[in-house]
């Protein structure tokens, strides 16, 4: 049975959500439909350019994205925090950014208001600081543009989505791990791209290209010169080991060393291509061991991510907490959770 939308998000539990939307009508998203021969291949810079508007609008980071042929994923940390501290003009002036609003715009500006404009924008406020850490309101500015662009490009009326798009509630490290890498992958086990590097489009490119920029020089000023391409990407989520020293940079960092994190990637990614089951490495298992994930079963949850975990993803005891915040006894995921997560 489908569940509403404040059933499947609930930021007591986790910030974490894996999103995904699909087109329909083999209306491609991006590269080449094999029967019209058409590609798309352009509407990939389409939705990473939008990400990167909305991220620095919404109170939402990207940890990981993957522009497919007829889908995207998307991993997103809620940032509620960040919200909560926003000004009201900090927040209007965000909701200007979306919306064609008046009063939003005039308190962005600085204007005055006058007594029923400020009646207004009292009652406003809280809904708009709302909606901007709103996992429903940031995949409908990514998704109506596309669709209204799209449609206007195939000289077409109606659906160019699905009716919703899926999420999964990522309510542990273990479930995070494995969903960041499954998505990072996807363009290898489509067999789209043989190497990390070669996967376009994907956050893990991104990472890696930025990685490489920051290896190259250590000047700011010449390494924005140097990065600066006609793609706009967006900005992603850090790992532990790349934020600064602040109590909100600590907090909201991603569990892992960006190095770790490459090298079971990388390890995973060639282990899928290849068709083979593998040892895991060395280097590699005690990261699979920390964050309590069975390492013989690590490829298979990789693989089946996104099948068999259903509306919530974690270790055994995470989701009977959330099967009872739900008042229910039972969910489809238990058993592969069981399979992967020690």
């Avoid at 990981?64 to 995207?72: G, I, L, R």
């Avoid at 992603?236 to 994190?261: N, V, W």
Wanted: aromatic letters at 10%; charged letters at 25%.
């Amino acid at each position: 049975m489908t569940r509403a939308r404040k059933d499947l998000i609930h930021l007591d539990t986790t910030p974490y959500y894996h999103c995904i939307s699909r087109c329909v009508r083999r209306a491609f998203l991006c590269g080449s439909d094999k029967f019209t021969k058409k590609s798309f291949d352009h509407r990939k810079r389409w939705l990473v350019s939008r990400l990167a508007e909305l991220a620095e609008i919404f109170a939402i980071e990207i940890c990981a994205y993957a522009v497919m042929s007829n889908h995207y994923h998307l991993v997103l940390r809620v940032d509620t925090d960040h919200a909560a501290n926003w000004s009201t003009q900090e927040v209007a002036l965000r909701w200007s950014r979306l919306y064609n609003n008046v009063i939003a715009k005039k308190v962005a500006d600085g204007d005055s208001l006058n007594s029923e404009e400020k009646a207004i924008l009292k009652t406003a406020i809280p809904i708009w600081r709302a909606r901007l850490q709103d996992i429903s309101w940031f995949m409908r500015n990514i998704n109506e543009p596309l669709a209204r662009t799209a449609n206007e490009e195939d000289k077409c009326k109606g659906r160019f989505w699905e009716g919703r798009f899926k999420c999964q509630a990522l309510i542990d490290d273990a479930a995070l791990l494995t969903c960041l890498t499954y998505v990072d992958l996807n363009p290898i086990r489509a067999g789209i791209a043989n190497t990390l590097q070669q996967s376009e489009f994907t956050s893990i490119q991104q990472r890696i290209n930025m990685f490489r920029e920051k290896q190259r020089t250590t000047n700011l000023e010449q390494r924005k010169r140097e990065t600066t391409t006609e793609t706009v990407v967006p900005r992603l989520a850090a790992f532990s080991d790349e934020q600064t020293k602040s109590r909100h940079a600590a907090k909201t960092s991603l569990p892992i060393e960006f190095a770790s994190y490459l090298a079971l990637i990388d390890w995973t990614g060639r282990a899928i291509r290849h068709d083979k089951k593998g040892a895991i490495p060395n280097d590699v298992a005690p990261i699979l061991v920390e964050l309590g994930i069975e390492t013989t079963q690590w490829l298979s949850g990789v693989r089946q991510f996104n099948k068999r975990f259903f509306s919530v993803a974690g270790r055994i005891e995470a989701l009977q907490e959330w099967c009872e915040r739900l008042q229910q006894s039972w969910l489809k995921s238990f058993s592969f959770s069981r399979q992967i997560f020690q």
